[in-house]
């Protein structure tokens, strides 16, 4: 019962290094997101799918790409590291409600530590 | 004033006693306000998932929602050691067509001490 898995668990970048954080999920959900944790602060939403090729912004897009060619997987690449994206990146999804609104919980993995230097 | 406003503690109790743990939001557009608890290198669950205002009891859990005052609070009873957890508020805002995007608080760090 896998669940939604991130990879790597820990990075360690160089500035201007590049690197894509992999997010997959079994649970054949629609949507997916990625946000990011800085220390002490709440969870701020980078991007999000609702489905295969259908990809939006988030609150703090800015510096990271996403792509989404099937359900299964949510890449999100940084291209040129910065130490601004020094953070833990977490990777989400939920069902469909199917009617609009209505109780589908979003389901965290447990997170890339990533340390820009 | 930011959307949504969490006490960051930390807060540190004896074991046994009861937690209280509340947001503030200013936004009227939310309307599912939701407890997520994060253990430590792990990423957040729900807790608890409410809509409308009053009280909703989940076991030792306890989720309060004041929308005229835009406040919500959790209570845990009976706190435990492996209640020792980052609490954090997340509200939502939906976008229509069954999709909706969440606002966190920063979390509150809770330590029960045995």
């Known amino acids: 019962n896998a669940g939604v898995t991130q990879t790597p668990k820990f990075r360690i970048l160089k500035i201007g290094q590049s690197m894509t954080l992999q997010c997959a999920q079994d649970m054949n959900h629609n949507y997916m997101y990625w946000y990011r944790q800085d220390p002490g602060m709440g969870l701020k939403l980078i991007y999000y799918s609702v489905g295969a090729g259908i990809t939006d912004k988030g609150e703090v897009p800015n510096g990271y790409n996403v792509s989404r060619s099937t359900t299964e997987y949510f890449p999100l690449r940084l291209e040129l590291a910065a130490p601004s994206q020094t953070s833990v990146y977490f990777c989400?999804?939920?069902?469909?409600?199917?009617?609009?609104?209505?109780?589908?919980?979003?389901?965290f993995g447990d997170g890339t530590r990533l340390s820009i230097l | 004033q930011k959307e949504v406003e969490q006490d960051p503690g930390p807060l540190s109790v004896p074991e046994g006693a009861i937690v209280s743990l509340n947001c503030t939001y200013s936004n009227s557009a939310f309307q599912y306000f939701m407890w997520y608890r994060q253990y430590s290198r792990k990423g957040p669950e729900l807790l608890m998932y409410?809509?409308?205002?009053g009280n909703k009891e989940d076991g030792r859990f306890t989720a309060q929602v004041d929308k005229s005052s835009k406040y919500i609070s959790l209570f845990i009873r009976d706190s435990q050691p492996s209640d020792s957890a980052t609490y954090l508020c997340?509200?939502?805002?939906?976008?229509?067509?069954?999709?909706?995007?969440?606002?966190f608080g920063k979390g509150t760090k809770l330590s029960v001490i045995p």
């Open positions: 409410t809509y409308s205002s």
């Open positions: 989400a999804s939920r069902s469909h409600s199917g009617t609009g609104g209505g109780n589908q919980p979003q389901h």
């Open positions: 997340a509200m939502r805002r939906d976008s229509g067509a069954g999709s909706y995007q969440l606002t």
